[in-house]
Nanobody, 126 residues
Framework: QLVESGGGLVQAGDSLTLSCAAS????????MGWFRQAPGKNREFVAA????????YYTDSVKGRFTISRDNAKNTVYLQMQSLKPEDTATYSC?????????????????????WGQGTQVTVSS
């Protein structure tokens, strides 16, 4: 089970940190990351991190603004979001995909993942 938290309403330029806590099994052998979906738009990949935390990958629109990290001791993955823009407004969902090979990061971005959270809303006002 994946449970997200940390969403909210912020102003453009503000920062926000999302958390995704996993339960039921150790997630150190899973790629974990975030997707988002804005109203009327398709779900899009945001960021991913390998099981050991050594590899991270971002969609171009968030590079330099968002940072993904994980704490396997807490079975939790984080998304630090800075310099937020109105176009970042969306429901952010955490996901996990089993696999430790580096190629699994790219597989994760397809959205064909093993586990999903319910999502947390992020709204950025201008």
């Amino acid at each position: 089970q994946l449970v997200e938290s940390g969403g909210g309403l912020v102003q453009a330029g503000d920062s926000l940190t999302l958390s995704c806590a996993a339960s039921g099994r150790p997630m150190s052998s899973y790629v974990m990351g975030w997707f988002r979906q804005a109203p009327g738009k398709n779900r899009e990949f945001v960021a991913a991190i390998s099981g050991n935390g050594n590899i991270t990958y971002y969609t171009d629109s968030v590079k330099g603004r968002f940072t993904i990290s994980r704490d396997n001791a807490k079975n939790t993955v984080y998304l630090q979001m800075q310099s937020l823009k109105p176009e970042d407004t969306a429901t952010y969902s955490c996901a996990a995909k089993e696999g430790t090979a580096p190629v699994m990061i790219l597989a994760f971005t397809t959205g064909l993942n093993d586990y999903w959270g319910q999502g947390t809303q992020v709204t950025v006002s201008s």
